[in-house]
């Protein structure tokens, strides 16, 4: 069974019924925190669900306030509900793409595409009519552009599922744009689901970008990929959503 833990107007979890028990029982969620299961016509407090891990509760030092514990805002249904817009995600993008502008440039020069562009150009300006020359001069050119788009191509994917699988849990983009990819409870994604996302960003190049345009319309503004790799695309750093070492240390809360 989940549960859900009301405090000061938000609402958190869900949590699994034996860590709100445990939670209880050491003092670290109040008996008169409120909570909500499946089924539940109504809030209740912790104390009348579970009167049983209340006894055994220990007392606190103030009668008047039970120790509690912050819970973490990652698992807020509040920040779950915070996705970032259409036009956010795609001004990210823009500026995820100069980034990536630069290394594509640089391995073009290694496996010389300008000079093999150049030669082409040159050709059809010379042949005179020669298609011979022209065709020599383009399979040149191809063969030295491939590699070069298929290089770029891994490196973009390897810069978005690193970035978006790292504690950052966003590219460079989305970090100054202060978005964050999440899975659908808010935490951080894999490396492995990372790697899908992006994969899944072909399907809507196939179908002529409406897998992107879905954000713009979609109840959790989820494009194609977020769909497919269950993701969500929410405001806020991921910096922003970490406990301080203190709490981290004293507590500990998990969705």
């Known amino acids: ?45 912790l104390s009348v669900l579970f009167p049983d891990e209340v006894v055994h509760a220990p007392a606190p030092a103030n009668p008047y306030a039970a120790p509690t514990a912050p819970l973490l805002p990652q698992v807020t249904a509040v920040v779950l509900e915070d996705h970032a817009g259409f036009w956010k995600r795609v001004a990210a993008y823009i500026l995820d793409a100069i980034i990536l502008y630069i290394p ?98 072909l399907l809507s190049f196939i179908i002529l970008g409406v897998g992107f345009l879905m954000v713009a319309w979609t109840q959790r503004k989820q494009g194609l990929h977020d769909i497919i790799a269950g993701t969500l695309v929410l405001n806020g750093r991921a910096s922003e959503f ?4 203190a709490s981290s240390d004293n507590h500990s809360f998990s969705a």
């Not at 050491?26 to 089924?39: C, F, M, T």
């Not at 290694?110 to 020669?130: E, H, R, S, T």
């Open 1 to 45: 069974m989940e549960i859900w833990i009301g405090r000061d107007g938000e609402r958190h979890g869900p949590y699994k019924e034996d860590d709100v028990r445990q939670w209880l029982r050491s003092g670290q969620v109040s008996p008169k925190d409120l909570a909500w299961y499946e089924g539940l016509a109504d809030w209740q407090p």
């Open 104 to 201: 594509q440039l640089i391995i073009q020069k290694v496996f010389g595409v300008d000079v093999a562009q150049a030669a082409l150009q040159q050709a059809a300006i010379d042949a005179a009519g020669n298609m011979q020359l022209v065709i020599a001069a383009q399979e040149r050119f191809y063969a030295a552009m491939w590699p070069a788009i298929l290089l770029s191509f891994v490196i973009g994917w390897l810069y978005f599922a690193v970035c978006e699988s790292s504690a950052w849990q966003g590219t460079l983009g989305k970090l100054a744009l202060g978005i964050r990819v999440t899975d659908m409870q808010g935490k951080r994604i894999s490396f492995p689901r990372a790697l899908g996302r992006y994969a899944a960003k």
């Open 242 to 245: 970490k406990p301080n070492q």
